[in-house]
Each structure stands twice: as C-alpha cells, then as structure tokens.
C-alpha cells in the first residue's frame, strides 16, 4: 500500500520533535553523563549518514557480477551430462559473485565502525585497526564523489548535450574506482608528511616597538586519538622547537581521548620551547572527550599556561603597560551547549581586564568565536583559530566552508583586526588531506604603518 504525503510530513515532523525532546532532556542532565550521551547522538548521527553512504555504494557496486542463474548455466552447456557441467559453468560466476559480496560488506563494516575506534583503539600510537577503519571511511568518500561526478557528466552528456556516450556499467565503476583510489593514495600521502612551516606577517595597531617582530607559533587541531600518536606529536614538537619561537599558542582540539588513554601519546609537548611562555585553549573536541578539568591539570603539568576564559601581559607582567600586549583566551563555544561546569565562552573574563590601550591577541578554537569576539564591546586586533581544518578534503571541505565564517588562512575585519584561521597541524580521524595543508604556523607581529 502506497504511503501518502500527509503520512510522511507526520511521520518526518514526529522522529523531529523526537529529536528536539530528546536533546532538551540530555541537556538537562549532569555535564559527565551529558558528555556521554552527547557522543552517543553522534555516533548515531554517524551511522545514520553512513548508512546512506554504503546503500548508494552497495546499490552500485553490489550488481558488478550478477548471480548466475540455473537457466544462463544451460545455454552454455555442450555436453550431454548436463547436470554435471551445469556445474562446472555456474560455480566459477558463483563463486566470484560470492566473493564480491563478501568483500564489498566487510569494507562497509569497517568504515561504519571506524568511528568506535574513538572509545576502544586509542594508545600511545595509532592501532592498525584503528587507521585500517578510517583510511577504509577516506575511501568511502571518494567512491560516493566520483559515483556523483560520473553520473552527473553522463547525464548532462545524454540530457543537455544530447549526445549518447557508451558505457556499461562495468566501464563506469572502473571510472570510479579510478577516480576514488588516486584521490586517496594523494591524500594519505599528504595526511603522512610532516607539516609545512607558514610564515604569516600581522600588522598590529599600537604594538609596542620592543614587541615589533615579535614570533607566536600557533599549532591547532592535532587531534592525538585513533590515527595520531607519540610519534607525530614528536615531530610537530622538533619543529617548533627550530623555529625559536618567543610564545607557542595551540589553540583548541589537542585530543580525542581521556588523559588515561593518551598519557603517553602527549608526552613529548613538554619539550616544546619558547622564550614567554607556551599556552593553551580549549577545542570542541576536548569537551567530547569529558575529561577537560583532567587535561588541565595535565598540561599544566607538561609546561603549558591553560587560558580558561583568562589573560596574560607579555612580555612581562612587570613592564609599563605601554610595553606589553594582552594575550587572551576563551573556553570553546561547545562547552556551553554541553554545560561543563562552568565552562564556556565568557569574554567579560577573558577580555575584561586588558587594558584598551593595549593591543589584544585572541586565542579562540572556532571562527564563530572570532566573529563574535570581534564584533564585541571589547579591542581585539588579531585572533588565532583553527577548527576548519580547511575543510580537510574534498567534499568535506564545501561544509566547512558554508558553516564558518572565516574558512582559513588571514583576514582583516574592521579598521585593523585580524583573524587567522589555521588549517590544522594535524588532522581529525581520517588520515587523508587533500586539497589541504597541515601547517605549524610562525605568526610575526608587525607594527601597523
């Protein structure tokens, strides 16, 4: 029996108002229980996409051999003991049609729990299981791209250009495959370099001539879980180390575990070295790990200055204020949608007791924290975030962009502010950059002509 509209509407506005009672009733609850819940809706959430994604593969690669049937066998038969090599011709297509399938449903399985490797495959280093899961995910977005590109171009080439291409079908997943399989190789070579050092001069209104070239090294998004460890971290960190930075700032999205599981994996920022001080703020992703008071401590531990909705004069705390700059930072603007403790993006703290004649740097993880920031009562001329990870790959990328309000990369807001959005040093689960950079950015102050 057919369904008609109306039942639908009805039955899309209750699984929405679902939706709506539900997250009321999370936010309600205590932030530890929150937190995990909070990742349960997405897990959720990511099966639901997934799950969208794998029947559009299945639905055309399921079909590249079919099965068989008794009848197809027969015509091919020459003998006369027709039921004996009845068998000998079918079995062969059988069998390779069986195996498909099985393939074809274990990589499937593998990219839909890619994501669960979040909670139990998380070390000092990745587990190869762990990155198998999220390199298969990678490849899972290239194929569903070019299944969209092909079959877009034939149907612009037979509807628009009234031409008629031949194609089977064979002939265009292997375009597909193609496609998917050079895309990914680029970008897990990318995602396996060792981050590109950027060299970006900020102009800065009323920055003290002492200050003048002053070097902030800004690291963001290195996201130490399922497919980064020790190992990487360990590289980043000698990097920085070359540069001689006076301040180092990470701004946002260090992990994707708790303290317990990534111990080991975090040790090697206690290397890091610059001359002010080395600072940190929080992510999105530290609240989803639920275990941000604990990272705090942690840190703190490992040399790092945490700026929880605070600031800093720099150089010295004891110099003239006509020689110093304030460096600020907030909570991320998800740890109020969560509720964690008293956690969020409270800029009458961070930003309420600079000095307005002093130049303001703003830590802060996501350009919608920028935005606001800047468009505040309060003097901001440079803010340094990340997030975006410039959109990490294509398609990914076209959301990223439509979402944020600076995407990556400097921007000049107003009369003198700036923003920087950096594209991430490492990347978030998986192992691919395409289109990207990964970037450990040498920021130089410069006074503004």
């Known amino acids: 029996m057919a369904i008609s509209f109306g039942t639908k509407v009805a039955a899309a506005l209750t699984v929405l108002l679902a939706v709506i009672l539900g997250e009321m009733y999370v936010l309600s609850l205590h932030w530890e229980r929150k937190a995990r819940l909070l990742r349960l809706q997405f897990v959720i959430f990511i099966q639901a996409f997934l799950i969208f994604l794998s029947r559009f593969v299945w639905n055309n690669f399921s079909t590249v051999f079919d099965k068989p049937t008794r009848k197809e066998g027969l015509r091919h ?22 195996i498909w399938r099985i393939f074809l449903i274990t990589y499937l399985v593998l990219c839909h729990i890619s994501y669960l490797m979040n909670f139990y495959f998380i070390g000092r280093e990745p587990y190869v299981i762990a990155y198998s899961c999220y390199a298969a995910l990678g490849l899972l977005f290239q194929i569903v791209t070019g299944l969209v590109f092909v079959k877009v171009i034939l149907f612009c080439l037979r509807n628009i250009l009234k031409s008629n291409p031949v194609f089977s079908k064979q ?3 292997q375009l597909v495959l193609i496609y998917a399989i050079l895309c990914w190789t680029y970008g897990l070579y990318n995602a396996a370099s060792a981050p590109v050092v ?51 700032v990470m701004t946002g999205d260090l992990v994707d575990g708790s303290v317990a599981s990534l111990r080991e994996a975090v040790e090697p920022v206690k290397d890091i070295q610059a001359k002010l001080g080395n ?35 720099l150089p010295s705390e004891k110099l003239p204020a006509n020689q110093q700059i304030c460096l600020a930072g907030t909570d991320d603007i998800d740890a109020l949608r969560i509720g964690y403790g008293d956690h969020g993006m409270k800029l009458d703290d961070a930003l309420g007791s600079c000095d307005p004649s002093q130049p303001v740097i703003l830590l802060a993880h996501q350009p919608k924290a920028a935005k606001t920031a800047l468009d505040s009562k309060y ?71």
């Open 77 to 98: 038969v020459k003998y006369s003991d027709k039921d004996l090599h009845q068998k000998d011709v079918i079995q062969p297509d059988l069998k390779k049609w069986t």
């Open 171 to 173: 002939r265009e997943l």
């Open 198 to 248: 950027k060299e970006v001069p900020i102009p800065v209104k009323g920055l003290p001539a002492s200050l003048d070239g002053l070097r902030i090294v800004q690291i963001s998004d290195i996201h130490l879980g399922p497919t980064v460890g020790r190992w990487r971290l360990t590289r980043i960190v000698n990097i920085i180390n070359e540069l001689d930075a006076d301040v180092v």
């Open 279 to 313: 600072y940190f703020i929080t992510g999105n992703h530290e609240y989803y790990t639920g275990d941000v008071d604990n990272w705090f401590s942690h840190l703190r531990g490992l040399g790092f200055i945490v700026l929880h909705n605070s600031n800093v004069r």
């Open 379 to 449: 003097r901001v001329d440079v803010v340094l975030s990340g997030h975006t990870h410039g959109g990490q790959f294509f398609p990914v990328m076209i959301g990223a962009y439509l979402l944020n309000p600076f995407f990556y990369g400097l921007y000049r807001y107003g009369e003198s502010s700036h923003v920087y959005v950096s594209m991430g040093t490492q990347y978030w689960g998986i192992p691919m950059r395409i289109g990207t950079t990964m970037e450990v950015t040498n920021i130089i102050l410069k006074q503004a002509l």
